[in-house]
């Protein structure tokens, strides 16, 4: 925080690292969810596992959708010194990795 010009914030690059990093998570787990269910259709075609990495891979289409709302809802709070709210977007997401963990579990088990 710099002290001397007032600001309540850093206007450094941390929001567009952020940014960053939910563009990463959401393009891995979209990736990761389109190709479990891919070798799992081709290995064995339980459907539950294709289910499952199929939820897996649209969250992860759908987070990635929505990372420019995202960040520029975190820039407004951020210029006009209001509290940054967190949203549902992180519980979406690891309702995604949980389906992905799922995918793979039933995968193996079955």
Known sequence: MDRGSGQSWDPGLQSERTRL???RTAT??????????????????HAVSIA????AALVGA????????RFRRVQEAL????PIEAGGDALI???GVLAAVAGAVV???L
């Open 62 to 69: 759908m987070m990635l959708a929505r990372t420019g709302i």
């Open 107 to 109: 995968y193996v088990i």
């Open 79 to 82: 210029h006009g010194e209001r």
């Open 93 to 95: 997401l690891w309702i």
């Open 21 to 23: 990093a939910w563009v």
């Open 52 to 55: 499952c990495f199929g939820v």
């Open 28 to 45: 891995a787990l979209a990736t990761f969810g389109l190709g479990g269910a891919g070798v799992v259709a081709r290995a064995s075609g």
